[in-house]
Every structure is written in structure tokens, then in C-alpha cells.
């Protein structure tokens, strides 16, 4: 125990030595234990004790939080995009190619020192999307890659806010808040009802852009490997890869989600039936019909249990398709009907 109490001694001191002492008393600045223990506590939530607490509880709606939620971030990632753009790089006087930290108490960089704060603080504000996953029972969304985004960045910031706020890294924050601007709206549109569907058409375009914002942040940050510039190369790497590993996670996301379900769409059969791993399952007595459609679930459903468009020389699927709600990960299952002549 000693010798861990010396080590994280010794990090406070290089810290303190090395840190920006702008930001050094600045809320969860002090250690990055503060942000590795909500991130940690996080993980468990979402993964462990949220769904047990769930397991024998009805999912909740939260329709018009989740509106409101996702109005709110829309405005906040505006915000944030305008206050690193005003700035810095939206004002000409940073350099795409080598943007040193300015270290000095100018008012300029003093502003720019906070939006990189709250964009820190934006971090933990994402943390929602899970726990209303979870409390809307839609544990199988909270995936690894999502899992992984959200519980690693308020760490990863949290060390270019005490040692690089400014400068070449806050690139990244400029495209981040732009591609969320985008991101929330078509939440937001999500949340606000299956009226809204016929405008949601782009959301495969938007993990595309969340992939090209990556492969920018790479190529961004790597140039300074061959460019003379004042700024911590530790950074240029630190930067680059979590571009990298955040690409080839949306990239296999990406896969699985479009390039899989056009292969399936594609395998319908010619006699009614669609190819699937779904059965829907409808009991009268001992008779049993079946029906299958593309999906990933199995519905059964008794007498009491009525279609609404059932047909009188048919049978009723239950066809479910996917509606995003998070581009890392996050899908609901939507049911609707469709009918099978036989």
C-alpha cells in the first residue's frame, strides 16, 4: 500500500510540474483519478448494475426526456463548435499544419482553454445515452464499441485539458462537436415519433461521416511527424491513435450493420416467405402457423394476442426492421406488420 501511495505521489508532482497551471484548479483537474473513477463507475453501471437493476422492471418511455436531452445536446455541441472555432481555428490565426500551444494569459487563449473544459465536461454529459438505454431495457445496444466510446473520452480529454489546452490537438474537438450537431439532431428527430421516420433516411451517411472525421483527426495530427513543430509529439500519437482505433470500430460497425443487411435483403424468397431468424409463432388450439422475416427476434402470440392486419387467406408476420438511436451502436428494434400470402 505504501508503494502505491509513492506512485501516485510521484504522478501528482510530475502533474504539478508539468501540468498547466491554468487549469490545475479547475473542476476534476487536480487528478485523473477523479475522471478514472466516474469513467470506471460508468462501465459498471451501464454493463452490470443498471440491467440488474432493470432485469424484473418495466422499460421506461422517457419520450419527452429524451427529446429534451437531445435538444440540449444539439445546442451544447453548437456551442462548443463556436467557442473552438471563435477561438482559434475559425478565426485564420491558427495553422492547419503546426498550431503550437499558446501558454500565455491572453484573452483569446484563456477562452479557448475553457470551451476545451467543456468540451471535457461534454464527455460526461454523453454518459445519458447509455443509462437511457438502460433504462429503456435496451441493454443489447450497449455494445463494447459504444461502451468503449463514450467510458474512454472524458479520460482521454481530460489530458490535453492539463497539458495542452489549445493549440494543434483542439482540432479534433472542432470536428468532434460538428459531426455531434449533426449526430443529435437526427436523434433528436428519432425521439420525437415514428412520424419523423421518412426524414431519417441519411443515418448510414452519418456513420460514414463519423469514419471520415476519424481519418481527418488521423491525418491531422500524424503530419506533425514530419513536420517541425513545437508541439508534444506524445500527443500527436496519443491523438492518432484513438483516431484509429475509434475508425476500424465504426468501420466493422458499419460492416455488420449495412453491408450484412443488404446481403440478407437480398436472399428473400420467391414463395412469400423472406429468409430470416425470425418465427413468428400464433397458437389457436393445437394448429401452429408459421412465418418467417428478417430479424434477429421470435415473437409468439396467442388468440387473445390480436393482429390488427391479419387477412383472411393468410398468415401475419411480424417484421422487424432497425431504427437507430446512437450511431455507435445504438438500435432499436421497431415492430411493424406485414403479410404473407400463402
Known sequence: MALIMKYIDSLHHYLDKYGDPRTKDWPLMSSPFHTLGICLGYVYI?????????ENRKPFQL???????NLFQVLFSTW?????????WLTGHYNFRCQPVDYSNHPSTLRMCHACWWYYFSKFTEFFDTLFFVLRKKTSQVSTLHVIHHGVMPMSVWFGVKFTPGGHSTFFGL?????????????????????YQKYLWWKKYLTSLQM???ILI???AFQLLFVDCNYPKIFVWWIGAHAIMFFFLFKEFYRQSYNYRKLRSGKTQSNGYSNGSITSKK?????????????????EETTEQKHQNGTANGCSVSDYYVKSEDITTNMSLTQRKVTAEQ
Open 46 to 54: 451501464v454493463k452490470v448494475l443498471g440491467p440488474r437493476l432493470m
Open 63 to 69: 419520450k419527452n426526456t429524451l427529446v429534451a436531452y
Open 80 to 88: 462548443l463548435f463556436y467557442e473552438i472555432g471563435i477561438s482559434g
Open 175 to 195: 470536428l468532434n462537436t460538428f459531426v455531434h450537431i449533426i449526430m443529435y439532431t437526427y436523434y433528436l428527430l428519432t425521439a420525437m415519433g415514428p412520424q
Open 212 to 214: 471520415v472525421q476519424f
Open 218 to 220: 488521423m491525418v491531422h
Open 283 to 299: 397458437h389457436d388450439g393445437d394448429k401452429l402457423t408459421n412465418g418467417h422475416c428478417n430479424g434477429v427476434s421470435k415473437t
